[in-house]
């Protein structure tokens, strides 16, 4: 068969699509010193004005009105939108992580027991949890304002108590008492992730 003809049946059955949020850069140069807000429009016009209809490239919807994301926050999860970003307008362009971007996702949780922690009590570095299997499995680092909750809900800590992790970590123990919220998701592995304290 020649190659253009397949080529082109490939190309008609596949339909080929994309979905951009930002760019760089656009024909007239680099912009990632401009504010979002300002590549966003441009990005949108280029979109609309310098691209065939109908366009395999498509802008993903975006809105500055909180209650419009609170809708597709809780709508499209059953269409398997994952969540929603919020993006800071007047951020510069970052390769990477950036801190003027936060992912939104829907999550399942479960409830854990603290049967420990690393750090100092008055201010916990990570907590030990029993999972619901019954693992024991050390957090990730905890954010200050979740650290601080942590050690105003401890208990009556033993300092000489030690205990072990499921992966060999070391940890303090605590008396059993303090149920923390973690994400399903992140259970199946050696580190879990807390949400919150009960």
């Not at 912009?31 to 395999?56: C, I, K, T």
């Not at 693992?135 to 401890?154: N, T």
């Amino acid at each position: 068969m020649p190659r253009g003809f397949s080529d082109r049946i490939l190309q008609e059955s596949t339909n080929p699509s994309a979905s951009v949020w930002d760019v760089p850069a656009l024909p007239t140069g680099d912009v990632r010193a401009r504010p979002y807000e300002e590549r966003r429009a441009m990005m949108l016009d280029v979109l609309g004005g310098g691209l065939p209809s109908p366009s395999p490239i498509q802008a993903v919807s975006a809105t500055d009105d909180v209650e419009v994301a609170r809708v597709w926050y809780d709508t499209l999860v059953a269409s398997g939108v994952e969540g929603v970003v919020a993006k800071l307008g007047s951020a510069p362009y970052q390769a990477g992580r950036s801190s003027s971007w936060k992912k939104v996702g829907h999550a399942e949780t479960i409830d854990a027991e603290v049967v420990g922690f690393t750090g100092a009590a008055g201010r916990p570095r990570a907590l030990a949890v029993r999972l619901p299997d019954g693992r024991v499995a050390l957090s990730q680092r905890l954010g200050a304002q979740l650290a601080a909750q942590v050690a105003a809900a401890l208990v009556a800590v033993a300092p000489a108590a030690r205990g072990r992790a499921a992966g060999g970590e070391s940890f303090t123990a605590a008396e059993p008492g303090l149920l923390v919220e973690v994400l399903a998701g992140t259970t199946r592995h050696a580190v879990v992730t807390v949400t919150r304290v009960r």
